[in-house]
């Protein structure tokens, strides 16, 4: 799984902000890592602390109302990008 950490850390540097959304359960998720990969390259250019977008911490449900529920929306993001920007 390569990544490449110069392009991520440029594209950081250019908003000094963080928004990372994914559709697993927010405890141990790919996002997780990738907050971690910018706080290990970029620390001390953010001007906000990383906000990530993620599901509740449950087993992604099959049922597709429940899958809904537990899926991040565009209002999760939209809402997450507008308190990052305060």
């Known amino acids: 799984m390569p990544l490449d950490r110069a392009a991520l850390a440029a ?3 250019k908003t000094n902000r963080v928004v990372i959304a ?3 359960p927010e405890r141990d998720g790919t996002g997780a ?3 971690w990969v910018v706080m290990e390259e970029c620390f001390d250019d953010l001007d ?6 993620a599901g509740p911490n449950i087993p992604i ?6 899958e809904a529920f537990a899926t991040p929306g565009a209002d999760d993001v939209v ?3 507008r308190e990052v920007l305060k």
Request: hydrophobic letters at 50%; glycine letters at 4%.
């Open 11 to 13: 594209s950081v540097r």
């Open 61 to 66: 449900p099959f049922s597709p109302p429940l």
């Open 22 to 24: 994914e559709e697993g």
């Open 33 to 35: 890592w990738l907050a």
């Open 79 to 81: 809402a997450a990008v």
């Open 48 to 53: 906000a602390p990383i906000r990530r977008v």
